[in-house]
Nanobody, 124 residues
Framework: VQLQASGGGLVQAGGSLRLSCAAS????????MGWFRQAPGKEREFVSA????????YYADSVKGRFTVSRDNAKNTVYLQMNSLKPGDTAVYYC??????????????????WGQGTQVTVSS
């Protein structure tokens, strides 16, 4: 599966962005999807994940209550709605797919496919 992330940009603190990740192929619903981010000089970290049906959602503590992950299997797309953005959210955001048949995981090494990343910059 190929992944294409989009929707990043420059926003002021307190603002919102919605990231999208479009997947190729006809088996998108078979994949668990995750979002990760990597800030300069830091390791890649887990942000959010969503199960194949969308019924189970997982978030890092740092984004809980501010970010919402969702998916539209008919459109082969996963979304990350980011509200109340902070300068500490500045990073390159990556979408990833685990599967087919993968279980939801927060571990980046479990994901098989990665998008190219989209830059999110939050100014203070």
């Amino acid at each position: 599966v190929q992944l294409q992330a989009s929707g990043g940009g420059l926003v002021q603190a307190g603002g919102s962005l919605r990231l999208s990740c479009a997947a190729s192929g006809r088996t998108f619903s078979s994949y668990t999807m995750g979002w990760f981010r990597q800030a300069p000089g830091k390791e890649r970290e887990f942000v959010s994940a969503i199960s194949r049906s969308g019924g189970r959602l997982y978030y890092a503590d740092s984004v809980k209550g501010r970010f919402t992950v969702s998916r539209d299997n008919a459109k082969n797309t996963v979304y990350l709605q980011m509200n109340s953005l902070k300068p500490g959210d500045t990073a390159v955001y990556y979408c990833a797919a685990d599967g087919p048949g993968g279980v939801v995981t927060t571990t980046s090494t479990r994901y098989d496919y990665w998008g190219q990343g989209t830059q999110v910059t939050v100014s203070s």
